[in-house]
């Protein structure tokens, strides 16, 4: 069983192109997978993170909210513990 060269050349040609088909194939099979697959976990997980995002946003606006309300209600009693914290501080860098 011998083959000749335009035999050769032919096989050769035959499994280049069927391995150029089979890595067109893989790479539709990659890019399905990808989209429908990958694709939405990873747009779950930003709506998760963004949502996350919000929910911490709007607890430090309360806190905020909170200690502005306090402040509000008792402004020496503000003075008074914003000037200890202040000296403390300033004693502490000396």
Same mark, same amino acid.
């Given at each position: 069983?011998?083959?000749?060269?335009?035999?050769?050349?032919?096989?050769?040609?035959?499994?280049?192109?069927?391995?150029?088909?089979?890595?067109?194939?893989?790479?539709?099979? *990659?890019?399905?997978?990808?989209?429908? +697959?990958?694709?939405?976990?990873?747009? +779950?997980?930003?709506?998760?993170?963004?949502?996350?995002?919000?929910?911490?946003?709007?607890?430090?606006?309360?806190?905020?909210?909170?200690?502005?309300?306090?402040?509000?209600?008792?402004?020496?009693?503000?003075?008074?513990?914003?000037? *200890?914290?202040g000296y403390l501080l300033g004693r502490s860098n000396r």
């Amino acid at each position: 069983m011998f083959f000749s060269r335009k035999q050769k050349k032919e096989f050769v040609e035959t499994v280049e192109q069927k391995g150029r088909e089979e890595l067109n194939n893989i790479k539709k099979q *990659v890019g399905a997978l990808i989209n429908e +697959q990958i694709n939405p976990v990873i747009t +779950q997980a930003s709506d998760r993170a963004e949502h996350a995002a919000q929910d911490v946003k709007k607890v430090a606006n309360n806190q905020i909210d909170q200690v502005s309300q306090k402040i509000k209600s008792k402004p020496l009693l503000a003075i008074v513990i914003s000037s *200890v914290v202040g000296y403390l501080l300033g004693r502490s860098n000396r």
